[in-house]
């Protein structure tokens, strides 16, 4: 796309980006106008989307952003050796679920007693079963299946994999959000060239896995959203008048062709999410609420006489299969729990007080399951012992704690003292300015009624605000449990950035705008503007390529590595 269309789709005042369905300005009568059809071009320009076409040169570019992505993610993968922070737990539960189908305690041979669901440690194992695991404590050393490597690269493998494609993923959401190539690929730079997710992309945690299906969750969700406003203009198209009561002013039927099946692999997705850790459950209302103020959106726009009515009425049990599937899926991911008896409190003894139904068979496992989550979330709620790392929600997007996963002072570095360290640090100039961009997304979206700016900041909320309520309550917490908002915030700068390549008010394909720039004005403006982003996502390059060496773990000159520790009394 070129930056002409970029500066279009990114930067007007919006009118046909808003669910509001009244635009900002009715240009030379065009709410009047029809296309041929019948159908008022306003309208129709409302309920456009992307062009779902193969766009060869998008793919190219976005091959290149995932490319780069994949060679920081994977190179040198297998360094610093041994476990490093939180991997000694979830690199031996890996291995214990391909294994042996539970998390398992190889040491005092019996299952182990664990707080997270299972799906993230299913992936970390697959990546061990097909690479090889080792683990000195207890003596294992087992060959990969398909080829053996260093036992590092095989518990990491799955977590750089999980990284890529969310680099991929927010590529081309960011475009289909801002019909945009140049700043979808500036949002899969951003997240690549990101400290914060290049540290859990190379380590083998659970939070990389939350993030990717949180984000993926999201993208099914704006397609979904394209998938239904195009029947909307299908229907139009072909005579539907949407100011008729009941179905006869909806779109019709054609059976299952028809279902909202992005909808519902969102539910599966978010299954998914809370499959590996809980907190993934904080994005299913924000997720509800934008698919409910999408489908009002979209009856608005169509002219619609009830749109709140009849988004309810007719989307709401779509909405409750998506739990339903939601549901079912995180519960397939507990099938090697659930089929053996050997997972930690399988068994009905461990519940004296309902072991008449617990012995039950097909029942009996889910009630003991039900009673395992009961003390798994009693271990959440009361995690309050004091931890050197741990962080409140408020310091987060400022850096104020992050965490160091690895340190070591031992090596060669041409110096009389080095020091080697990976430290769970988001690029600087990235993440101070995630503040300002979150408040500028929020007065662009309220001044141009942007559906897209809404959407961004509540799945900002979603990922942080649940936090501070449980600071209150003085609860341990870390800085990666923003991962998952990761990815919003960054298309909150892209959005940002878009607003700058253009003015709002910018000529648009069909005539421009009653109070529209000059032609020359808006092609200054955005030559300027497009100088001011670049130039921006290129200090943000050169300032995660100074961090590198405190990603990676590489070996540096006492001197080199204290340099970088600019907030010392937090980052040390």
Request: aromatic content about 14%; charged content about 15%.
């Amino acid at each position: 796309m070129t930056s002409a269309s970029t500066a279009q789709s990114a930067g007007r005042s919006g009118s046909d980006l808003t669910t509001t369905g009244h635009p900002a300005a009715d240009p030379a009568g065009e709410s009047a106008a029809t296309d041929g059809r019948g159908v008022p071009a306003i309208v129709r320009r409302r309920l456009a989307t992307v062009d779902a076409r193969l766009d060869g040169h998008a793919w190219l570019a976005t091959g290149v952003v995932v490319l780069i992505a994949a060679i920081l993610r994977f190179v040198g993968l297998s360094g610093p050796k041994g476990k490093i922070f939180d991997e000694i737990y979830y690199a031996r539960d890996g291995y214990g679920l391909i294994d042996r189908g539970v998390e398992w305690n190889y040491k005092d041979n019996g299952p182990s007693y664990v707080v997270h669901p299972p799906l993230g440690k299913w992936l970390i194992g697959a990546g061990e079963w097909a690479f090889g695991y080792q683990d000195a404590e207890t003596r294992i050393s087992v060959p990969g299946h398909l080829m053996t490597t260093a036992p590092e690269f095989g518990w990491r493998f799955a977590a750089a994999v999980a990284g890529t494609l969310s680099v991929l993923l927010l590529v081309r959401i960011g475009r289909r959000l801002f019909r945009s190539t140049t700043l979808g690929c500036a949002a899969g730079l951003l997240l690549a060239l990101d400290g914060f997710h290049l540290v859990l992309s190379r380590t083998a945690l659970l939070d990389i896995f939350l993030l990717l299906f949180v984000l993926s969750g999201f993208g099914a969700l704006v397609l979904d959203r394209d998938a239904r406003r195009r029947r909307w203009a299908r229907a139009l198209d072909a005579g539907l008048d949407p100011s008729r009561p009941g179905r006869a002013g909806r779109p019709s039927s054609s059976g299952w062709r028809d279902w909202p099946w992005w909808r519902l692999l969102a539910g599966v997705l978010l299954g998914c999410a809370c499959a590996v850790k809980w907190s993934g459950i904080y994005f299913v209302p924000a997720f509800a609420l934008l698919v409910i103020f999408w489908e009002v959106g979209v009856r608005r726009s169509a002219g619609v006489r009830r749109p709140w009515r009849d988004a309810l009425l007719d989307e709401l049990p779509w909405l409750l299969l998506a739990g339903v599937l939601m549901v079912g899926t995180y519960l397939v991911t507990w099938s090697g729990w659930l089929l053996s008896d050997d997972g930690y409190y399988r068994l009905a003894s461990r519940y004296p007080n309902t072991r008449g139904l617990s012995d039950a068979p097909v029942i009996g496992p889910l009630i003991n399951l039900w009673e395992y989550h009961k003390a798994a979330y009693g271990f959440h709620t009361h995690l309050d012992d004091p931890h050197k790392y741990q962080s409140w929600p408020w310091q987060w997007l400022l850096l104020g704690r992050p965490v160091a996963f690895y340190w070591s002072g031992k090596g060669a570095c041409g110096a009389p003292s080095c020091a080697s360290e990976i430290l769970l640090l988001g690029t600087p100039l990235l993440w101070w300015s995630f503040l300002p961009a979150l408040a500028a997304t929020a007065w662009l979206g309220a001044a141009r009624r942007d559906w897209r700016a809404g959407a961004i900041l509540l799945c900002v909320a979603a990922g942080l605000l649940p936090w501070f309520w449980f600071a209150l309550d003085g609860r341990t917490m870390f800085s990666f449990y923003a991962a998952p908002a990761l990815p919003f915030l960054v298309l909150a700068v892209v959005y940002v950035l878009g607003a700058i390549i253009s003015p709002a008010g910018a000529p648009v394909a069909s005539g421009g705008t009653a109070d529209a720039p000059a032609a020359e004005e808006v092609s200054d403006r955005r030559l300027v503007g497009g100088i001011i982003a670049g130039s921006y996502v290129l200090l943000v390059a050169l300032c995660f390529g100074y961090f590198y060496p405190i990603f990676v773990g590489r070996l540096l000159p006492y001197a080199d590595w204290s340099a970088r520790m600019w907030l010392d009394g937090r980052w040390i």
